[in-house]
């Protein structure tokens, strides 16, 4: 079992930047996937970004690329986002998720993958 907590979220303007948290319980690097997901409203849970279970290498939504970046830090059992260039579109409820299975490369692109989840942090973009 893990635990999921995200933090930081919040309302910023366009072109701001925000960072988010993902503090895990027990032990999840190299034995989790963790990765972020997101939801608007009306809208299907999406993929954003995941860490690979050795944190070494990210992979990310094609929506975000070059805008987000995923890192992890191992001794706080914490996964963060940074979110720069933020666009109104990027509005939505961000979720931290893991799984303990390995999966095939294109499995982790679905929140049905996942066994864990936050509750989420809410991100608000205004324009």
């Known amino acids: 079992q893990v635990q999921l907590v995200e933090s930081g979220g919040g309302l910023v303007q366009a072109g701001g930047s925000l960072r988010l948290s993902c503090a895990a319980s027990?032990?999840?690097?190299?034995?989790?996937?963790l990765a972020w997901f997101r939801q608007a409203p009306g809208k299907e849970r999406e993929f954003v970004g995941r860490?690979?279970?050795?944190?070494?290498?990210?992979y990310y939504a094609d929506s975000v690329k070059g805008r987000f970046t995923i890192s992890g830090h191992n001794a706080e059992n914490t996964v963060y986002l940074q979110m720069n260039s933020l666009k109104p579109e990027d509005t939505a409820v961000y979720y931290c998720?893991?799984?303990?299975?390995?999966?095939?490369?294109?499995?982790?692109?679905?929140?049905?993958?996942?066994?864990?989840w936050g509750q989420g942090t809410q991100v608000t973009v205004s324009s």
């Open positions: 998720a893991a799984t303990g299975l390995i999966r095939l490369r294109g499995e982790y692109y679905s929140p049905f993958t996942y066994d864990y």
């Open positions: 027990g032990r999840t690097f190299s034995t989790y996937t």
């Open positions: 860490l690979s279970r050795s944190g070494d290498t990210t």
